[in-house]
């Protein structure tokens, strides 16, 4: 998409319940429009920049070195609040 691109860090892990992705997402753009969840827990580590993290009705603001863990069931979304592309590292468990 526009908005962001992932590179797959487990591609052997495909049909696995861990996988992790190197997630990038461009400047001011949101990682998908509208919320979405799914079974399991996500883990999300800001390697570079600035991100708006929206999990059920609660905003947060994540910057460069810090982290979040929840359970992927409840809606979640992503925003990229600085100029410059946001890195994040991915971690998805599911189920």
């Given at each position: ?52 993290f929206t ?32 890195r994040c ?7």
């Amino acid at each position: 998409t526009r908005n962001y691109s992932y590179t797959t860090l487990t591609p052997e892990a495909e049909n696995s319940h861990l996988r992790a992705f190197m997630v990038t997402i461009e400047p001011h753009l949101a990682h998908k429009p509208v919320a979405y969840k799914h079974e399991g827990e996500e883990f999300i580590f800001v390697i570079r920049g600035e991100l708006e993290f929206t999990l059920g009705s609660k905003v947060t603001t994540l910057r460069q070195g810090e982290s979040t863990h929840f359970n992927s069931d409840v809606p979640h979304k992503l925003k990229n609040l600085s100029s410059e592309p946001t890195r994040c590292l991915v971690v998805l468990y599911t189920i």
